[in-house]
């Protein structure tokens, strides 16, 4: 039982409402929800003037969770290096940290989508150009395509990076150890199982339309054998895919938040091992992969088709983390 709840227990058994037991402590009712809902927690004096009130020992209010509850204990008992120091995170820092990761993820999800959207400029100036709609030339359609692209992914880019200078101060929560604060992993926890649902259903409507995206190439032979459908089908695929990434990138963002702080899913010890050894990799190979995608598209033109390149560099990707980190788990056993 966690500090909300025993407030909300033992203010009932008194007989009291909140607006009674809100008059006795000095504060506002209000303050009195939010404490026991979880969305926040008492201060040191008037967590000593509710054990006064209530006839309990500051003791019952603050450590028998932790004696009834061993996972928040297994939360913390990770293999802690030699030598290092566990860094406490408050209930003010965590929530000054979700504030800011799900109030950007709408955002970075928006510049995400943009990069994927960049090439259906190009696309469509080339079709029109082709189709004779507007009276420009191939060459001025490709040019004008090109900078809109680079534009795009400019635009994207410095989104990131702002992105991850603002982040910067919170790195530590995905890199290193830590430890939570008493009462923050119950309010953590409590919001996640809250955005649970609209997790599951992100990301059911994302795979979805990802399924789905695919169905105009398709159906295309069955209109017409012309090239100028085909590209247009492409545009469509982007969209979609597009709409779909953009789900991935909110849900993923937010649900990704509350793991970060219960050290949980992606971010548990070993993951955060993983990334160390990894994050080398990972640059190297996805800079390799867009230099590739680059020399392609410019060097045939056909920019509606090289956009393969991406998925089965995702795929291929996996496969090269496999086998970097057995190569690694090989080299450990044999030292």
């Not at 509850?69 to 929530?95: F, W």
Request: net charge negative.
């Amino acid at each position: 039982m966690i500090l909300a709840e025993k407030i909300m227990e033992m203010r009932k058994k008194n007989g009291w409402s909140q607006e009674e037991l809100a008059y006795q402590l000095g504060v506002s009712r209000q303050s009195v929800s939010k404490w026991e809902s979880g969305a926040s927690i008492p201060d040191l004096e008037r967590i000593l003037k509710l054990s006064e009130i209530f006839g309990v020992s500051t003791d019952y209010l603050l450590k028998e969770e932790i004696e009834l509850a061993p996972e928040i204990v297994s939360v913390q008992a990770e293999p802690v290096e030699e030598g290092a120091v566990l860094r406490r995170v408050s209930m003010e820092e965590a929530a000054e940290f979700m504030e800011a990761r799900i109030g950007s993820a709408k955002q970075m999800a928006l510049a995400v989508m943009t990069c994927v959207l960049s090439p259906v400029p190009l696309l469509a100036l080339g079709v029109l150009a082709e189709e004779t709609k507007i009276s420009i030339s191939d060459n001025l359609a490709g040019g004008a395509g090109l900078i809109i692209l680079l534009l795009m992914v400019a635009a994207a880019t410095a989104f990131f990076v702002l992105h991850g200078m603002k982040m910067e101060r919170f790195e530590y929560l995905e890199k290193e150890q830590f430890s939570l604060e008493y009462g923050v992993e119950g309010i953590v926890r409590k919001r996640m199982a809250e955005y649970e649902g609209t997790y599951r259903i992100c990301t059911i409507v994302g795979i979805v339309l990802c399924i789905l995206s695919a169905v105009p190439l398709f159906a295309a032979p069955i209109v017409t054998d012309r090239d100028l459908v085909y590209m247009w089908c492409v545009v469509v695929l982007l969209c979609i895919v597009s709409v779909a990434v953009f789900l991935f990138v909110v849900s993923g963002q937010t649900r990704g938040c509350y793991q970060m702080l219960l050290q949980e899913g992606d971010y548990t010890y070993e993951k955060k091992m993983e990334q160390k050894k990894t994050a080398r990799i990972s640059s190297i190979y996805w800079c390799v992969i867009t230099a590739i995608y680059l020399g392609i598209s410019f060097y045939t033109n056909a920019w509606h088709r090289t956009w393969i390149v991406w998925p089965c560099a995702g795929v291929l990707y996996a496969a090269v983390i496999g086998i970097a980190l057995i190569v690694k788990g090989d080299e450990r056993k044999k030292c």
